[in-house]
């Protein structure tokens, strides 16, 4: 049986707005341009899928234009779908503003990807060795934690699981946390949620903090790389790019990083093609922008 990624993630319609600056308080400020396309963990998917690595949505989705969106652009990159449609909600979505410098601000509106139950949970069968990526999104308190945080504590051995606690990581139910911290062998972070999630002042003080409760840690760093933090921490360094949207990079970092732990890579060497994987994708507008394989190792090669 072919080994995949398995995300339990929320994917949902990423619609961006590009402008020159955040407003005000009160303000207004004009986009140039918009754009609506599937985000979330669609990126994760497909930033995997397109390093080689089989993969399937075992997330909710709802029915209506959001939804058949969604559906349309999994099955576009060849991901499969394992549950059917919820019946009562539309998959949701949120606004993304992307500022001049390529960073991203999100507002989000829940929909049927908030309500996973257990039922659906049951009936996902993971195959030998297949990998499980875990969204923080899907673990508050108003969305799927009391369903999903039990479900991950109950994945038997043999499956490398991950959870990626994004940007509201500081608003997980602390039992929730725990609950997955027990089990997951992973936990991939940018800068900011390493520290939100420990007080520290730094990635290294904040690595020291997070292996005290998890198993193994990504710190990413953004261009500078990213810390993996297993019995001692080691520096990744990353790529000089022109950066021209971060919108999905961390999504891209962690299917690419997860696909090169089902290859056999090591960690180190898989958050190396993360970290190509991630550069690539910062130079595309657009929130799915990962790279195929072939393009990875062409940065791979040049970087020697």
Same mark, same amino acid.
């Given at each position: ?33 918009? *754009? ?19 993969? =399937? ?35 949701? /979505? ?7 410098? !390529?960073?991203?601000? /999100? ?30 999104? *899907? ?36 039992? #929730?946390? +725990?609950?997955?911290?027990?089990? #997951? ?21 904040? =690595? ?16 500078? !790389? ?22 999905? #990079? ?5 299917? +690419? /990083? ?17 970290? =190509? ?26 970087? !020697?």
């Amino acid at each position: 049986m072919t080994t995949r990624l398995v995300s339990v993630g929320n994917v949902i319609v990423d619609v961006t707005l590009r402008i020159p600056e955040l407003p005000e308080r009160g303000g207004d400020v004009l986009a140039r341009d918009t *754009g609506s396309t599937p985000g979330g963990a669609f990126n994760t998917l497909v930033a995997a899928a397109r390093q080689g690595l089989a993969s =399937a949505y075992g997330g909710a989705h709802g029915v209506g234009p959001h939804g058949d969106r969604v559906r349309s652009a999994l099955s576009a990159e060849g991901i499969s779908v394992l549950l059917d449609p919820s019946p009562d909600a539309d998959t949701g /979505f949120d606004i993304a503003l992307v500022d001049d410098e !390529g960073e991203r601000t /999100f507002v989000t509106v829940f929909g049927a990807e908030a309500r996973l139950t257990a039922r659906d949970l049951a009936s996902i069968s993971l195959g030998a060795g297949d990998l499980v990526h875990v969204s923080g999104y *899907g673990l508050l308190e108003r969305t799927n934690a009391h369903v999903l945080a039990p479900w991950v504590a109950g994945i038997g051995p043999g499956h490398t699981v991950l959870l990626d606690p994004g940007p509201l990581a500081t608003t997980i139910p602390g039992e #929730a946390l +725990a609950t997955v911290a027990g089990r #997951a062998d992973w936990l991939s972070c940018n800068l900011r949620e390493a520290l939100s999630l420990t007080g520290a002042a730094d990635a290294g003080a904040a =690595a020291t903090v997070l292996r005290e409760t998890w198993s193994a840690v990504i710190i990413r760093l953004g261009p500078q !790389g990213c810390l993996v933090v297993q019995d001692e921490a080691r520096f990744v360094p990353g790529f000089a790019v022109e950066a021209v949207d971060t919108n999905g #990079a961390g999504d891209a970092h962690t299917g +690419a /990083f997860l696909a090169g732990l089902a290859s056999g890579e090591t960690p180190p060497t898989a958050a190396r093609r993360a970290n =190509a994987c991630a550069a690539i994708a910062v130079t595309r507008r657009g929130p799915a922008t990962a790279p195929t394989a072939a393009e990875v190792q062409r940065l791979l090669d040049r970087a !020697g």
